[in-house]
Nanobody
Framework: QEHLAESGGGSVQPGGSLSLSCLAS????????MGWFRQAPGTEREGVAK????????YYIDSVKGRFTISLDNTKNTVYLQMDSLKPEDTAMYYC???????????????WGQGTQVTVSS
């Protein structure tokens, strides 16, 4: 049974940093993609960052470019999201995700973890 377990959320002041981790377990084949989504109250879930597990190629949405860094340790089956210069608008539930799709869009993901809360507030 595929399982994604996030950790590392919390509360931080604007301008601060947080690091999220996600352990993937139970996969028969390595997912083609790993990524992070987020969902704030009253909004739709949005993709934030993704990494291709074979090539290491990364992609970020514009609002987090230069502030967030996604990375992958295949030996530990763990994906990370380093978040720096956090803003109040980054406040959301963050979800780890995996996928095998080939469309090069966010619909390539089909499994999500339970989520971890990130709150940015003064």
């Amino acid at each position: 049974q595929e399982h994604l377990a996030e950790s590392g959320g919390g509360s931080v002041q604007p301008g601060g940093s947080l690091s999220l981790s996600c352990l993937a377990s139970g996969y028969f084949d390595r997912p083609r993609l790993m990524g992070w989504f987020r969902q704030a109250p009253g909004t739709e879930r949005e993709g934030v960052a993704k990494i291709y597990t074979k090539t290491g190629r990364t992609y970020y949405i514009d609002s987090v470019k230069g502030r967030f860094t996604i990375s992958l340790d295949n030996t530990k089956n763990t994906v990370y999201l380093q978040m720096d210069s956090l803003k109040p608008e980054d406040t959301a539930m963050y979800y780890c995700a995996s996928g095998f799709g080939l469309s090069e869009t966010w619909v390539d993901f089909d499994s999500w973890g339970q989520g971890t809360q990130v709150t940015v507030s003064s």
